[in-house]
C-alpha cells in the first residue's frame, strides 16, 4: 500500500505532530485516562493510527473481495445489497398457543426469519410434569413436550416459507425431529426446510450448563445430525457453534473468538472420525456470536473470525468447497450489557451493538428488548427491537456498501490484533489437546472466570464506566410492565400433557422408543429412529430418558 520512503516520511511527520501540537496539550490539559484499552480484551488502543500500523497488510492475501477467499470483507459477494441479514427475533414463552400468537405477531411486523426459545425444562430434557420441572415450565422460553406442542407453535405458519433457529443444546436431535416432524406433516419436502440449530454442547460445559449426557455421546449424536441432515434437510444448519455464551460469561472478545472456533475445530474432527467427508457437512456448520459495546472492537472481531475460518478450514482440514471455508453467523446483542437501572438507555445500547453487527457483515441478528434484564420482553419492548433493525437496514446507510470500515487503519490493525491473538490462544489449546480437554480439565472455564473477575472489579472501583450504574445515576426509576409467566400457566401445560398421554397409542410409543434404545446402543445413526418416536408422540422427557439410561449423565469433575 505504501513503500518504505511514504512510510519513513509519516513516521518523521508524526514525531513531528506529536512534539509541535500533541506534546503541549498534553503539558496544559492532559487526556481522560493514563490509558485507553477495548472494551472487553483490554488491549491498548493508540492516539493515532497511520498506514505504519498496518505496514504489512497484503490486500489480496489479507483482505480479499467479498465472496472471495479469505472472506475478510463477507461471504457475499453484494453482502446486503443483494439482501438485507434475516432480522431473527428470538421469541418463546408460556405455552405454545401463546408462541404461536408472538410469532405471528413478529412475522406481522416484519420479522423475516423465526428464533425459538425453550423453557428451562425442554433444555434440560425433562417433560413438563417431571418433578424437575416444577416451577420452571415455561418461564425462560415455550414448553414443548411433544410433537402435539411443536405443531401448535407453527399452527399457521407454512415451514417452507420461513428460516426458523432453535436455541437448544442437549436435546437438540429432539427437537429437530419434531421440526421435521411438523414439516413432514404440513407436506414440506424435507430438502426445503430451512433454519438452525444451537446443537453446541461444548459451549454448555464451558459457560452455559444445560448438558445431559457426557462429552463422548454427546458428539457422537451431533455428528449422527451431521450425516442425517446432509442427506435429509441440505438447507437446514446443523450447529450454531456459539460465542455468544462464553461473551456472556465474561471472555474477551479474543477469547470468545479462539474458545468458539476450537469448538468449532473439535465438531469437524469429531465428524472426520466418524467417517464424514469435510467438504459434505461443512458447509452446513454455522456461527453464533455476541455484538458488545464497543463498536470497532466487535467490528473487528466479526472480520477476524471469517478470516480465521477459512485458513482453519483449508490448513487443518483440506476443504475444498469454498462454502466449507465460509463462516457464516447470527448475532445477538449482548445481554450481559443490560441494565436494570434506568432501563430506556438499553434502546441505545441495542442500537449500538445492533450497528456493529451489520459493519461486521452478519448474516442474522436478533435484537434484545430493553426489559430482558428484568424479564422475558413484552409486545412494546420486542417491536422497539425490531424496529431498531428495521431504521438500521433502510434509514441508516450501513447496508448499502459491503465492509464500509475497511482500509481504517485502526480497524485493520486491530483486526489484525485480534487474530493473532485468538491464534495464540488455540494453540495453547492444541498444547492442552484441544477444546475437549482443555474443557474437561477446566482450563477454559478458569481463563473466562479470570477475565470476568477482573472486569467486575474495574467496574466496582469505577475505573469501568456503566451508564445509570456507577455514574449518572438517578434516585427513582419508574414503574413498567414486565411479561409473567404463572402457575396457572405451567398447570394448563401439564394437563396439555396429560391429553395426549391419553390419546396416543402407549404400544407404538414403546416400541419406538425401544428401537431408539437398540440404536443408541449399537453405531446406527439415531436420527430417524428419534423422528419415528416424536412422530408417535413420545415426550421429550422419554425420549431423552432413554439415551440417559443408555448414554449416562456428565458431571463435571466427579463421576458419570
Known amino acids: 500500500m505504501f513503500d518504505e520512503d511514504d512510510l519513513d516520511a509519516i513516521r518523521s511527520a508524526r514525531s513531528e505532530w506529536e512534539s509541535e501540537s500533541v506534546d503541549p496539550v498534553l503539558d496544559r490539559f492532559g487526556e481522560?485516562?493514563?490509558?485507553?484499552?477495548?472494551?472487553?480484551?483490554?488491549?491498548?488502543?493508540?492516539?493515532?493510527?497511520?498506514?505504519?500500523?498496518?505496514?504489512?497488510?497484503?490486500?489480496?492475501?489479507?483482505?480479499?473481495?467479498?465472496?472471495?477467499?479469505?472472506?475478510?470483507?463477507?461471504?457475499?459477494?453484494?453482502?446486503?445489497?443483494?439482501?438485507?441479514?434475516?432480522?431473527?427475533?428470538?421469541?418463546?414463552?408460556?405455552?405454545p398457543e401463546e408462541t404461536n400468537e408472538r410469532f405471528h405477531y413478529l412475522l406481522d411486523q416484519g420479522q423475516t426469519g423465526l428464533s425459538m426459545a425453550f423453557d428451562l425444562p425442554t433444555q434440560m430434557g425433562y417433560s413438563s410434569d417431571d418433578a424437575m420441572s416444577a416451577g420452571e415450565v415455561g418461564k425462560s422460553g415455550v414448553a414443548i413436550d411433544t410433537l402435539d406442542d411443536m405443531e401448535t407453535v407453527f399452527d399457521g405458519i407454512p415451514l417452507d416459507e420461513v428460516s426458523t433457529s432453535m436455541t437448544i443444546n442437549a436435546p437438540a436431535s429432539v427437537l429437530l425431529a419434531m421440526y421435521i416432524a411438523v414439516g413432514d406433516k404440513q407436506g414440506v419436502?424435507?430438502?426445503?426446510?430451512?433454519?438452525?440449530?444451537?446443537?453446541?454442547?461444548?459451549?454448555?460445559?464451558?459457560?452455559?450448563?444445560?448438558?445431559?449426557?457426557?462429552?463422548?455421546?454427546?458428539?457422537?449424536?451431533?455428528?449422527?445430525?451431521?450425516?442425517?441432515?446432509?442427506?435429509?434437510?441440505?438447507?437446514?444448519?446443523?450447529?450454531?457453534?456459539?460465542?455468544?455464551?462464553?461473551?456472556?460469561?465474561?471472555?474477551?472478545?479474543?477469547?470468545?473468538?479462539?474458545?468458539?472456533?476450537?469448538?468449532?475445530?473439535?465438531?469437524?474432527?469429531?465428524?472426520?472420525?466418524?467417517?464424514?467427508?469435510?467438504?459434505?457437512?461443512?458447509?452446513?456448520?454455522?456461527f453464533f456470536f455476541n455484538a458488545h459495546n464497543n463498536i470497532l472492537e466487535e467490528v473487528a472481531k466479526f472480520r477476524a473470525a471469517r478470516r480465521m475460518w477459512a485458513k482453519i478450514m483449508e490448513e487443518r482440514f483440506d476443504a475444498e468447497n469454498p462454502k466449507s471455508k465460509q463462516l457464516k453467523f447470527h448475532t445477538q446483542t449482548a445481554g450481559s450489557t443490560l441494565t436494570a437501572q434506568q432501563i430506556e438507555n438499553n434502546v441505545v445500547r441495542v442500537a449500538y451493538q445492533a450497528l456493529a453487527a451489520v459493519l461486521g457483515g452478519t448474516q442474522s441478528l436478533h435484537t434484545n428488548g430493553k426489559d430482558e434484564a428484568l424479564a422475558l420482553p413484552t409486545e412494546e419492548s420486542v417491536r422497539t427491537a425490531l424496529r431498531t433493525q428495521q431504521i438500521l437496514a433502510h434509514e441508516s446507510g450501513a447496508a448499502d456498501t459491503i465492509d464500509p470500515l475497511a482500509g481504517s487503519y485502526y480497524v485493520e490493525a486491530l483486526t489484525d490484533e485480534i487474530e493473532e491473538e485468538a491464534f495464540d490462544i488455540i494453540e495453547t489449546v492444541d498444547e492442552k489437546g484441544g477444546m475437549l480437554q482443555a474443557v474437561e480439565n477446566q482450563w477454559v472455564q478458569r481463563q473466562i472466570q479470570d477475565t470476568?473477575?477482573?472486569?467486575?472489579?474495574?467496574?466496582?472501583?469505577?475505573?469501568?464506566?456503566?451508564?445509570?450504574?456507577?455514574?449518572?445515576?438517578?434516585?427513582?426509576?419508574?414503574?413498567?410492565?414486565?411479561?409473567?409467566?404463572?402457575?396457572?400457566?405451567?398447570?394448563?401445560?401439564?394437563?396439555?400433557?396429560e391429553d395426549v398421554r391419553e390419546a396416543r397409542d402407549d404400544e407404538e410409543v414403546d416400541a419406538k422408543l425401544q428401537a431408539l434404545r437398540e440404536a443408541c446402543e449399537g453405531e446406527e445413526n439415531v436420527m430417524p429412529y428419534i423422528v419415528d418416536a416424536v412422530k408417535a408422540y413420545a415426550t421429550v422427557g422419554e425420549v431423552c430418558n432413554v439415551m440417559r439410561d443408555v448414554f449416562g449423565e456428565y458431571h463435571p469433575g466427579g463421576t458419570v
Open 452 to 497: 470476568a473477575f477482573d472486569r467486575q472489579q474495574e467496574i466496582e472501583s469505577g475505573e469501568r464506566v456503566i451508564v445509570g450504574v456507577n455514574e449518572f445515576e438517578v434516585d427513582e426509576e419508574p414503574e413498567m410492565d414486565v411479561q409473567e409467566v404463572t402457575e396457572e400457566d405451567e398447570q394448563r401445560q401439564i394437563r396439555r400433557l
Open 189 to 286: 419436502d424435507r430438502d426445503e426446510l430451512r433454519g438452525t440449530i444451537q446443537n453446541d454442547v461444548l459451549k454448555e460445559y464451558i459457560a452455559r450448563n444445560t448438558y445431559i449426557y457426557p462429552p463422548e455421546p454427546s458428539m457422537r449424536i451431533i455428528t449422527d445430525i451431521f450425516e442425517f441432515c446432509a442427506e435429509e434437510t441440505p438447507k437446514f444448519n446443523t450447529i450454531s457453534i456459539s460465542g455468544y455464551h462464553i461473551r456472556e460469561a465474561g471472555s474477551t472478545a479474543a477469547q470468545e473468538l479462539a474458545f468458539t472456533l476450537g469448538d468449532g475445530i473439535e465438531y469437524v474432527e469429531a465428524a472426520l472420525d466418524a467417517g464424514l467427508d469435510v467438504d459434505e457437512f461443512a458447509p452446513q456448520l454455522s
Open 32 to 95: 481522560r485516562k493514563e490509558e485507553f484499552t477495548t472494551d472487553t480484551g483490554g488491549q491498548e488502543v493508540d492516539r493515532l493510527y497511520t498506514p505504519n500500523d498496518v505496514a504489512d497488510l497484503d490486500y489480496q492475501d489479507d483482505l480479499g473481495f467479498p465472496g472471495q477467499d479469505p472472506y475478510t470483507r463477507g461471504v457475499y459477494s453484494t453482502g446486503y445489497r443483494g439482501r438485507l441479514w434475516t432480522m431473527r427475533q428470538y421469541a418463546g414463552f408460556g405455552t
